[in-house]
Structures are given as structure tokens and as C-alpha cells.
């Protein structure tokens, strides 16, 4: 019983948070918003009206992939995997995970809300390769690592499509464990 009122009392302070949370980001506090919200500002996205548009979230309104679609990803762990929407695929899937971990049990463990990497995959590309290698395409797509390196813009930068400025690294650290 003491565990039950224990989860009553933190849920309680918990969704006090998601509801100031939700008034900041105009939709239900989820990561999947949280994650478009907070890309969409440092990124300068423009998002899509309604969340629920198929295969992608926006576009980005400025710098050298101004006008291209993007569909963002906020995962807890980058394990590798990759949530892949073929019907209206995006230019772009630009993924902020939280720290690099192996698939495997969430027994005992914890998926916080924090940013350690963020990734920028040109799509057309990696589902052509993804296919060339025979891997199934859909939710948790498998994706090695090298192209999780190479798609890397933050903390590393190795994909020059997109370079950060001092104000966007700094706004990302701020999501930081």
C-alpha cells in the first residue's frame, strides 16, 4: 500500500509538470511533442499544424535545408534503431536521443528526458542503403552504427548538411543529463 500512495503522490507533482509543460508547447505532454517543440526552436522548423500529419512534422525555414520536409525523433537511448514511416517519407529525420546504449530489457532502468546526441539523416539515402542491406524498413529499423556516425551533428559534428552555431550547441547542452 505504501508503494501505491508513494506513485499516487509523484504522479500528482508529475502531471502539475505535464500540465505546465503543455501550456508552453500547445499540445499534450508527451516526448514525442516535447522532442518536435524543442527542435523546432532551436532548428528553426516550422511545424506542422496538426500532429498527426503523415510522415513528417514541418519543414525547415531557413539555412541550407530551407523548405525541406523533417520528421523529428526524441528517444531516451539511441540503441540503434529508427522508427522509419515510408508513406510521405521526409527529406530528413533529424533524431535527438538521449545517452548511446545497446538494445536490450528496460527492466530496472529509466529513459529521461535528456538530449546527449542529435543526428541528421538524409532519408532517400539511408532507406536505399537500408534496402540494398535487406533490412525491414518500418518501426525499429535496424541502422548501424556508421550511419548513425555519419548522420551525427551533435556533440560531434560529421555530417556538414547541417553545422551548428554557438547558440544552437548551447541551447541543446541546456538539454544535457
Same mark, same amino acid.
Request: with cysteine.
Given at each position: ?10 504522479? &500528482? ?42 510522415? /513528417? ?17 526524441? #528517444? ?28 536490450? &530489457? ?9 538530449? &546527449? /546526441?542529435? #543526428? ?15 533490412? =525491414? ?20 559534428? =560529421? /555530417? ?18
Amino acid at each position: 500500500m505504501e508503494e501505491l500512495k508513494t506513485i499516487a503522490d509523484l504522479l &500528482s507533482r508529475r502531471n502539475e509538470i505535464d500540465r505546465e509543460l503543455s501550456s508552453i508547447i500547445n499540445r499534450p505532454c508527451q516526448r514525442g511533442h516535447l522532442g518536435e517543440f524543442i527542435a523546432s526552436k532551436i532548428f528553426n522548423i516550422g511545424l506542422a499544424y496538426s500532429a498527426t500529419t503523415k510522415g /513528417n512534422d514541418g519543414i525547415f525555414l531557413d539555412g541550407p535545408l530551407s523548405g525541406k520536409t523533417v520528421n523529428i525523433k526524441f #528517444y531516451g537511448k539511441q540503441e540503434g534503431i529508427l522508427d522509419i514511416e515510408l508513406a510521405n517519407l521526409a527529406d530528413y529525420y533529424l533524431v535527438l536521443t538521449g545517452p548511446k546504449s545497446p538494445p536490450k &530489457s528496460s527492466r530496472g532502468d529509466s529513459r529521461p528526458l535528456i538530449i &546527449s /546526441n542529435v #543526428y541528421l539523416f538524409n532519408m532517400r539515402k539511408l532507406v536505399d542503403s537500408l534496402k540494398k542491406r535487406g533490412i =525491414k524498413i518500418g518501426i525499429a529499423a535496424s541502422v548501424a552504427k556508421a550511419y548513425w556516425s555519419d548522420a551525427e551533428i551533435f556533440p560531434r559534428s =560529421k /555530417n556538414s548538411l547541417l553545422e551548428l552555431d554557438t547558440q544552437q550547441i548551447k541551447l541543446l547542452k541546456l538539454f544535457g543529463s
